[in-house]
């Protein structure tokens, strides 16, 4: 059974920071997908990752997928406030349209 | 038009009570999908739609029972919900089963059942 990890469950960081946020997946998988929720609003895509190496950037946010590891990273360069959201990535049961989000990063930015 | 649709935005409802929640999308797409999110948790997939057809139903229980009219159209009818059952209901959709695209998500509908 695929299950997906996130770390940390809650980032608070200062504007101008660098972090990482980590997901780790348990079996093998074709696809993940980052999005991003604002508080009481649904889900928004950020990235589509299908293969392994695979990197994808927009604005300060570049995620990366190694899929020999299980492991997606999220990495936040030179945060904003605007930035503040929760991120959750989700993994594609291999062969299936069937998702397993991970349990979310709460990111809080502040000045 | 690149986004999905979901009516009402909110809904409060007794146990005794019957109504539905309506998702729609114009973009074509042929996967629209049911999902269900508690307070601080992630989205938990319900149930899938290809071409009309329900592919995958997450052992819900049958109080809810969705519904694709067609391609552009789904519905979740609720029936003798538990208190239990308050949560964001959130529909996506996608171009296709076995895509790589990623799945577009509704507003959602936030559903109080007393």
């Known amino acids: 059974e695929l299950k997906v990890e996130q770390n940390p469950l809650f980032l608070s960081m200062q504007e101008g920071k660098n972090y990482t946020i980590y997901c780790n997946y348990s079996?093998?998988?074709?696809?993940l997908y980052w999005y991003r929720q604002d508080p009481g609003k649904s889900l928004e895509s950020l990235f589509v990752?299908?293969?392994?190496?695979a990197v994808k950037q927009e604005g300060r946010l570049m995620a990366s997928l190694d899929t020999k590891a299980r492991l997606s990273t999220l990495h936040i360069t030179a945060a904003v406030h605007d930035l503040s959201a929760t991120y959750f990535c989700a993994v594609a049961v291999y062969n299936t349209d069937k998702l397993i989000f991970g349990t979310g990063t709460r990111l809080q930015v502040f000045p | 038009d690149t986004e999905v649709t979901q009516t009402p935005k909110h809904l409060v409802m007794g146990m005794t009570n019957k109504k539905s929640l309506k998702c729609e999308q114009h973009?074509?797409?042929?996967?629209m999908y049911w999902y269900k999110q508690k307070a601080k948790k992630p989205p938990e997939l319900m149930f899938v739609y290809s071409y009309e057809k329900l592919s995958i139903n997450e052992s819900v229980p049958s109080r809810f029972s969705p519904e694709c009219p067609n391609s552009s159209l789904l519905n979740l009818h609720l029936h003798a919900l538990q208190p239990e059952d308050s949560a964001l209901y959130l529909c996506a959709s996608s171009p296709a089963i076995g895509g790589t695209d990623t799945q577009y998500f509704g507003p959602g509908t936030r559903l109080t059942v007393l």
């Open positions: 990752l299908l293969s392994n190496g």
């Open positions: 079996t093998t998988s074709d696809r």
């Open positions: 973009m074509g797409h042929r996967a």
